[in-house]
């Protein structure tokens, strides 16, 4: 079975700039949570998506979004990027259920440099 | 609200050593889910163990084991037999079952460095 994947896997982009970030889980698995990964901040919970709804969502502002398709792909938007965005951007798939033994499996990560 | 908390920045130990990594986690639900994921310097976090909160035995794969200890708040792992690959981030983190979907808290993770 094929694991997470995510694309780009590096970015370089400007302040201002919006970027969207891929993430297609493995086959079967209708959960897609996005984290944010920098050193100062640790991995902090962006927000879950399940069956194309918006099912958690964390502490960021309204410039990060996201959205689900119907096949379960995930994408993260960030608009007018800052200095600060600058991050391991990590998608991690899970079968949906939410229930306490649920296993996340992460992709690779989407390097984030914002100049 | 759920926490969790890694006190150990970083760790060394000796290759082919033994190592015990803490984590101990502050919830109110009664049935949670415990897990451990490695983080090499690649960046990809790899699911390495899973706890449940109302399983009787520890849970052991492979090489990593989880000292389980529920009326400390506590699921410590343990790598037997370190291996020059073992260096990496370690991430203990937890998701309750009771409350609808709730999401998963990650501690801040301990660095694992092994000595040749």
């Known amino acids: 079975k094929a694991g997470v994947t995510q694309t780009p896997r590096y970015l370089i982009k400007t302040r201002g700039q919006q970027v969207t970030l891929s993430c297609s889980p493995i086959?079967?698995?209708?959960?897609v949570s996005w984290y944010q990964q920098t050193p100062g901040q640790g991995l902090q919970f962006l927000f879950e998506?399940?069956?194309?709804?918006?099912?958690n969502k964390g502490n960021f502002p309204g410039r990060f979004s996201g959205r689900q398709f119907s096949n379960s792909r995930s994408e993260m938007n960030v608009s007018t990027l800052e200095l600060g965005d600058s991050a391991l951007y990590l998608c991690?798939?899970?079968?949906?259920?939410?229930?306490?033994?649920?296993?996340?499996?992460f992709g690779p990560g989407t390097r984030l440099l914002v100049l | 609200a759920q926490k969790i908390t890694q006190t150990q920045p970083g760790m060394f130990v000796q290759e082919k050593e033994a190592v015990t990594l803490d984590c101990t986690y502050d919830?109110?639900?009664?049935?949670?889910?415990l897990f451990w994921y490695k983080q090499p310097s690649s960046g990809e976090m790899i699911f390495l163990i899973y706890?449940?909160?109302?399983?009787?035995q520890n849970a052991t794969e492979g090489r990593y084991s989880l000292n389980f200890q529920k009326a400390r708040k506590s699921a410590n792992l343990v790598i037997s037999a370190s291996q020059l690959g073992d260096s990496a981030m370690y991430f203990c983190?937890?998701?309750?079952?009771?409350?609808?979907?709730?999401?998963?808290?990650f501690g801040t993770g301990t660095k694992l460095q092994v000595i040749p």
């Open positions: 991690a798939s899970s079968a949906g259920t939410g229930l306490g033994k649920e296993t996340q499996y």
């Open positions: 086959s079967g698995h209708r959960s």
């Open positions: 998506y399940f069956s194309e709804t918006q099912r």
């Open positions: 919830t109110s639900d009664p049935s949670y889910g």
């Open positions: 706890q449940g909160s109302y399983d009787q």
């Open positions: 983190a937890m998701r309750p079952d009771s409350g609808g979907y709730q999401k998963v808290t």
